[in-house]
């Protein structure tokens, strides 16, 4: 079974610019999650789909940022204008669905560096 | 909503040594318990979960970790660690909504 994938795995940009991020999660799994790990800290929940609706977004800072799951597979999570104290991993996970019982699975993540 | 403290930044252990690396958890409801390892420049992976039944819970590798309701912690062990046991362990805390909270992280140092 394939894990969950995403792309890029590393990205530099300037303040003020726009970036996003794709994530493809494991197949058949309907919860899809995108998380913010700040160097030092644990992974911090941003937003969570169930197919391709959301089921929560509160932690998600929504004047920058912005995510969507179109057909309930794939989603991309993108950040407009970038601010410095964006710099972190993005995580994405997938579950089978959104009991707590279902198991989180993680994705490489992607590591945003903002000059 | 619940919360995780990780009481250890950092743990520094010799080779086949034990280790315990200590949760412990807030929450007013009912709750699911993990251990993630972060190897390094890895993605995070289950190590092991505490979800009902027996409140002792092992991995594969060795950890074990046990659900105190009344001291609410989840405190994972091992009785002798490798050198490849180095990497960051998060604690996590999940709700019935799969709500899930992360500790900042214990970094493992296994020293040779």
């Known amino acids: 079974e394939a894990g969950v994938a995403q792309s890029p795995r590393y990205k530099i940009i300037e303040k003020r610019q726009s970036v996003a991020f794709w994530c493809n999660p494991i197949s058949g799994h309907a919860t899809l999650y995108w998380y913010q790990q700040i160097l030092g800290q644990g992974p911090k929940l941003l937003i969570q789909f169930q197919n391709n609706g959301v089921v929560d977004d509160s932690q998600l800072p929504k004047d920058r940022f912005s995510a969507e799951r179109l057909k309930g597979v794939d989603s991309t999570l993108k950040i407009q204008p970038a601010k410095l104290e964006d710099s972190a991993v993005y995580l994405c996970?997938?579950?089978?669905?959104?009991?707590?019982?279902?198991?989180?699975?993680f994705g490489p993540g992607t590591r945003l560096t903002v000059l | 909503a619940q919360s995780v403290t990780q009481l250890d930044s950092q743990v520094p252990v010799f080779e086949e040594a034990p280790v315990e690396l200590r949760c412990n958890y807030s929450?007013?409801?009912?709750?699911?318990l993990f251990w993630y390892v972060q190897y390094p420049n890895q993605g995070l992976q289950l190590l092991l979960k505490y979800l009902s039944g027996s409140t002792l819970v092992e991995s594969i590798n060795g950890f074990e970790a046990e659900f105190n309701k009344s001291q609410t912690s989840f405190h994972l062990r091992k009785p002798s660690v490798h050198i490849s046991d180095t990497a960051e362990y998060f604690c996590a805390v999940s709700d019935r909504d799969n709500d899930m909270r992360f500790g900042a992280g214990t970094r493992l140092t296994v020293k040779p």
């Open positions: 929450s007013s409801v009912s709750v699911y």
């Open positions: 996970a997938s579950s089978r669905g959104l009991a707590g019982t279902d198991t989180q699975y």
